[in-house]
């Protein structure tokens, strides 16, 4: 962990007069002494349960062969200090080959919703801190997404020492699905396609399988791995054993199924609440049942299920492709992307194409046709 002193006072409108210290924290152990300054951080973005479960999202870029590493910007004595405060952060990943550091780093969270900026603090010039700060660790290439309502970034770290290249995308994303007071006012806000099969499917299921929901699925360990292998996108054996292992990290975790009136299992959803939010990690549906819709159905168990809970707000990491996300809360997030002007970070992007997933945020980035690349001098 290393830390630099600033003084944020007039370019980061922060709330308090006097240095703040930017924090660059490489260790898990680190990152979770700052949990309890996170989790109240997080409440004045206004984003409640944003990092509470920090241990479960650390644990998942350790199964994804990923190193952590959060900027933060606090007051107190040092992370392990009981009083220390946050007062703006991001978590950010590693990439690793080999288990060794790329010096390229990606924002964990893709929708910015993790990135706890509150109303006080620019976000535009906390997320050109949080760059210049990892360029000046050794960073050779990051890719930053945060929420901002104000106007485009037109330049970025001047006068930082670095030569750059750089670029932005502005993007709206559905967010988060509203749940109303009731289970048919909530799908009045679907379209009518949507609705039939939501109702379509459920009936069905009922009528041919005895479909049961079970919020509080129990299930074994060797069943959940068996479900995973003949579900409709198996993860690996190593992913599904992370899956559930972690769940006992979670402070609220959900762990929903559907099973037929044999009692075999259909349809598992998880993920957790945190306050009157529900976040679905992830979804596993039987790939032999396809004529059944199963996740439909479970969307449909689930909705009821949240409204009676009291949940107001159904959140889908990593989006969905179901047509609900028509009737998402739409919001803002910027991305910005910057590489280093030297012969190792030119090597980057064609670097990411051969060797990392298509679906990578980087790659996904690289082949968007409508960017507009910029420079920045090193003595600009």
């Known amino acids: 962990m290393s830390s630099i002193a600033v ?3 007039n370019r980061l409108a922060f709330p308090h007069h006097g240095p703040a210290t930017t924090q660059v924290i490489r260790q898990s152990a680190d990152i979770l002494r700052l949990q309890p300054a996170l989790v109240e951080l997080g409440r004045s973005c206004g984003h409640p349960g944003a990092l509470d479960d920090l241990q479960y999202f650390l644990s998942w870029l350790n199964i994804r062969q990923k190193s952590p590493c959060m900027v933060a910007l606090t007051r107190g004595s040092g992370s392990s200090d009981a009083n220390v405060s946050a007062h703006a952060a991001v978590l950010l990943y590693e990439h690793r080959v080999a288990d060794l550091g790329m010096r ?5 969270d893709d929708t910015g919703r993790r990135a706890l900026i509150p109303d006080p603090i620019d976000s535009a010039e906390f997320a050109k801190l949080t760059c210049r700060t990892l360029l000046s660790h050794g960073a050779q290439c990051v890719l930053l997404t945060f929420r901002h309502n104000g106007a485009p970034l037109t330049e970025v770290l001047k006068g930082a020492g670095f030569a ?6 502005e993007r709206e994303i559905p967010d988060y699905l509203p749940l109303k007071k009731t289970f048919d006012e909530t799908l009045s806000i679907m379209g009518a396609r949507t609705r039939n099969h939501l109702r ?23 069943d959940f791995l068996e479900l995973n292998r003949i579900s409709s ?11 559930y292992d972690s769940f006992h990290e979670l402070k609220d975790p959900v762990l929903c199924g559907l099973r037929d009136r044999d009692g075999r299992w259909l349809s598992l959803v998880g993920g957790l609440h945190a306050g009157r939010n529900m976040e679905m990690f992830w979804q596993i549906n039987r790939n032999d049942m396809k004529p059944y819709s199963l996740g439909t159905v479970m969307r449909n168990y689930l909705m009821e299920h949240e409204l009676q809970r009291g949940t107001r707000r159904l959140y889908f990491e990593g989006g969905t492709s179901h047509s609900m996300s028509h009737s998402f809360v739409k919001e803002k997030c910027t991305d910005l992307f910057i590489l280093r002007d030297n012969l190792i970070a030119r090597q980057i992007p064609s670097l990411f194409k051969r060797h990392v997933p298509k679906e990578n945020p980087i790659n996904e980035f690289l082949d968007d046709p409508n960017l507009e690349w910029k420079t920045t001098p090193r003595h600009a």
Do not use: N, Q
Request: charged content about 40%.
């Open 7 to 9: 003084d944020l006072s």
């Open 104 to 108: 390229i780093f990606t924002s964990f």
């Open 233 to 243: 996108y198996p993860s690996t054996d190593e992913i599904a054993r992370w899956k």
């Open 164 to 169: 750059l290249r750089w670029a932005t995308r």
């Open 200 to 222: 379509y499917y459920r009936r069905r299921a009922e009528k041919d399988l005895g479909c049961e929901f079970v919020p509080e699925a129990k299930i074994s360990r060797e």
